[in-house]
């Protein structure tokens, strides 16, 4: 039943492309046939102002044209159409759901406190060290975040921001690009951190204790 429902979606693409295009395209000859039709003055004609509305006019043609080319290409390749819209859809969906460093605490101190209602015989060790190292990064200071639009990766620092002393702000001594991978202590993707979430898997359960 999917698998057919999937085939009829595939074979309408071709028509929906054709139907956006023709929509697009009569839309701008709409915008178009406006446009010629507006006419200046003998008095405002070789002035500034005639220039400008030229300029303008001209914007919208050189869009008009890159829309109505844009829709063509989209009508005679559906197929390829379909897959750069879906990763642009993919990728904006990604950027708009990028973590930031208030989701990673949020995150964390949810992790904290369902770490936290566990008997401590029966807490994960795993999750008890993982959650007591990225506290004792946070108390240093030494925690950062970069953001890569879809994706953010937290990292170490050598020392805390508020620290000058020479081998904080020396700008020889700085983390280095080729060993930063080293540094890497999770990843950021669609609304959450994911090595914290792995590592809070069976948090409540001690298999040294079954």
């Known amino acids: 039943m999917s698998l057919n429902s999937g085939a009829r979606g595939f074979r309408r693409a071709p028509s929906l492309f054709r139907n956006t295009f023709e929509q697009v395209k009569t839309r701008y000859d709409s915008l178009q046939a406006r446009l010629d039709a507006i006419t200046f003055p003998e008095r405002y004609k070789g002035t500034i102002l005639e220039k400008w509305a030229m300029y303008w006019k001209n914007l919208v043609i050189d869009y008009r044209e890159m829309v109505i080319d844009t829709a063509r290409t989209m009508r005679d390749r559906p197929v390829r159409s379909g897959v750069y819209v879906s990763l642009l859809a993919g990728s904006l969906y990604a950027g708009a759901r990028n973590p930031t460093e208030t989701d990673f605490y949020e995150q964390f101190r949810r992790s904290y406190n369902e770490l936290a209602l566990v008997h401590p015989t029966c807490q994960n060790p795993i999750a008890s060290r993982h959650l007591t190292f990225l506290e004792r990064c946070h108390n240093e200071g ?67 204790n079954l």
């Open 142 to 208: 030494i925690l950062r975040r970069l953001s890569l639009g879809v994706v953010s990766v937290l990292w170490l620092d050598n020392y805390d921001k508020g620290l000058a002393i020479y081998k904080a702000i020396c700008p020889y001594l700085q983390p280095r690009y080729l060993t930063f991978h080293e540094r890497i202590i999770d990843v950021g993707f669609n609304g959450k951190f994911w090595i914290l979430e792995r590592k809070m898997v069976d948090y409540d359960i001690n298999e040294e």
